[in-house]
């Protein structure tokens, strides 16, 4: 039996090993995700929409489409924020009203945020674009993360990077990951959250 060429061999053990839906779609090359903002976050610059590109799915967006923050500061570090967001794309749009405050003494990266007016929970700010491009939000335990975007769409390579991120800096679970379909002809593509209604 002849040996297989050492590239051929390298080449055949990619193929066996098992992607994450988060970079099953990678087909560019990688591009270079540039810096991060650094400092205190600037809440002026991070105010307005923030569209959700990925997430780890949990009981409360779980299945969601179209989904979108934004975020109005208010006064004494007070922050609202309007989750909107559909069942599926021929369902009517649908949203939270949000409730946050944000920790001045963690350079404005940790916030505690009230769902539903009653439902405590706590957020981090982990990294943000220097432009504001692009944001990596976390939450404590490393169970729940998200990346968000000011534009609806996000090209593999750089979401790839993020996702790189989140597992490789913050620990984060990212076979769990899941993107966010923001137009219908992402539903049923490998590595999108399933919506709750088709």
């Known amino acids: 039996m002849r040996p297989i060429p050492v590239f051929l061999s390298v080449l055949l ?3 066996a090993l098992p992607l994450s839906p988060a970079y099953a779609q990678e087909t560019a090359p990688t591009a270079t ?17 923030w569209y959700v590109i990925g997430r780890v799915p949990n009981f409360i967006e779980r299945g969601h489409v179209a989904s979108v923050n934004t975020y109005t500061l208010r006064d004494d570090n007070k922050v609202s ?20 405050k944000v920790d001045e003494d963690s350079g404005n990266r940790r916030w505690r945020t ?15 674009a220097p432009d504001y491009s692009w944001a990596l939000i976390g939450y404590p335990g490393r169970e729940m993360a998200w990346i968000f975007a000011r534009e609806p769409d996000m090209d593999n390579a750089t979401y790839r990077q ?7 800096k913050y620990d984060v679970n990212t076979d ?16 999108f959250e399933v919506p709750n209604k088709k």
């Open 13 to 15: 053990l990619s193929l």
């Open 33 to 49: 995700v540039e810096g991060i903002a650094e400092g205190p976050i600037d809440l002026q610059r991070f105010m307005g929409r």
């Open 81 to 100: 924020i309007q989750y909107q967001f559909r069942d599926g794309f021929a369902e009517p749009a649908e949203e939270i009203e949000i409730r946050a």
């Open 114 to 128: 009230w769902f539903y007016r009653v439902v405590p929970t706590h957020t981090r700010i982990l990294e943000v």
């Open 162 to 168: 993020l996702a790189l991120r989140l597992r490789d």
């Open 176 to 191: 769990k990951l899941k993107r966010v379909p923001q137009h219908p002809q992402q539903v049923d593509k490998l590595g």
